[in-house]
């Protein structure tokens, strides 16, 4: 069991808690494809649990390294960047009148843009260290609200159609010059 606390093991404690992440972000999308709804927003946010936890234990037993900081941003890409976006079309405009073109192109620029985020935060990312600040929201954000957006089309008063003003919102903060504080 040495190699839970092995910084070098790609199976440590840190990426274990990421690649759960991981797992959580495809049993989402597995509740997605059958329109259940309340699992894969359940193990959506099991997914955040697992995100905010294996940085936790990355810093306390010193474990960051640069394939955790890459593995840490593919869950982040399956997990805050395409469940979101699968739930919103799955629960809002599967089946609606709203333009299939339409939907395709704001999805679709959500995706780039929650991808270049990561990438760009990988590139600045340095073993170990914790900035003190984000630059622009950071994805988990970003799906939370999404996931917010959701509800609030739940009360009935928005039209489908209306639900992909909040998705180009959030696509452009991803890479704002917004500067948000780190926990």
Same mark, same amino acid.
């Given at each position: 069991?040495? *190699?839970? *606390?092995?910084?070098? &093991?790609?199976?440590?404690?840190?990426?274990? +808690?990421?690649?759960?992440?991981?797992? +959580?972000?495809?049993?989402?999308?597995?509740?997605?494809? &059958?329109? @259940?709804?309340?699992? +894969?927003?359940?193990?959506?946010?099991?997914? !955040?649990?697992?995100?905010? #936890?294996? !940085?936790?234990?990355?810093?306390?037993?010193?474990?960051? %390294? @640069?394939?955790?900081?890459?593995?840490?941003?593919?869950?982040?890409?399956?997990?805050?960047? #395409?469940? /979101?976006?699968?739930?919103?079309?799955?629960?809002?405009? @599967? !089946?609606?009148? %709203?333009?299939? !073109?339409?939907?395709?192109? $704001?999805?679709? &620029?959500?995706? #780039?843009?929650?991808?270049?985020?990561?990438?760009?935060?990988?590139?600045?990312? @340095?073993?170990?260290? $914790?900035?003190?600040?984000? %630059?622009?929201?950071?994805? /988990?954000?970003?799906? =939370?609200?999404?996931?917010?957006?959701?509800?609030?089309?739940?009360?009935?008063?928005?039209?489908?159609?209306?639900?992909?003003? /909040?998705?180009?919102?959030?696509?452009?903060?991803?890479?704002?010059? =917004?500067?948000? /504080? &780190?926990?």
């Amino acid at each position: 069991m040495d *190699f839970l *606390f092995n910084k070098n &093991h790609h199976f440590n404690l840190a990426n274990l +808690a990421t690649f759960m992440n991981i797992g +959580a972000g495809v049993l989402a999308i597995y509740f997605l494809t &059958h329109q @259940e709804f309340f699992g +894969a927003a359940l193990f959506a946010w099991i997914a !955040g649990a697992f995100d905010i #936890i294996d !940085g936790k234990i990355a810093r306390k037993y010193n474990l960051s %390294t @640069e394939f955790g900081i890459q593995l840490d941003s593919y869950a982040d890409f399956l997990s805050f960047v #395409i469940v /979101p976006v699968m739930f919103i079309y799955f629960a809002i405009f @599967e !089946g609606s009148d %709203t333009n299939l !073109g339409l939907i395709a192109i $704001v999805f679709i &620029h959500y995706v #780039i843009s929650g991808l270049r985020r990561l990438i760009q935060f990988n590139i600045n990312a @340095e073993e170990g260290e $914790v900035a003190k600040y984000f %630059t622009g929201i950071p994805t /988990p954000l970003g799906a =939370i609200l999404l996931f917010s957006s959701y509800l609030v089309w739940l009360s009935g008063y928005i039209p489908a159609d209306f639900m992909l003003l /909040p998705i180009i919102v959030i696509a452009y903060l991803l890479n704002s010059k =917004i500067k948000i /504080p &780190h926990p």
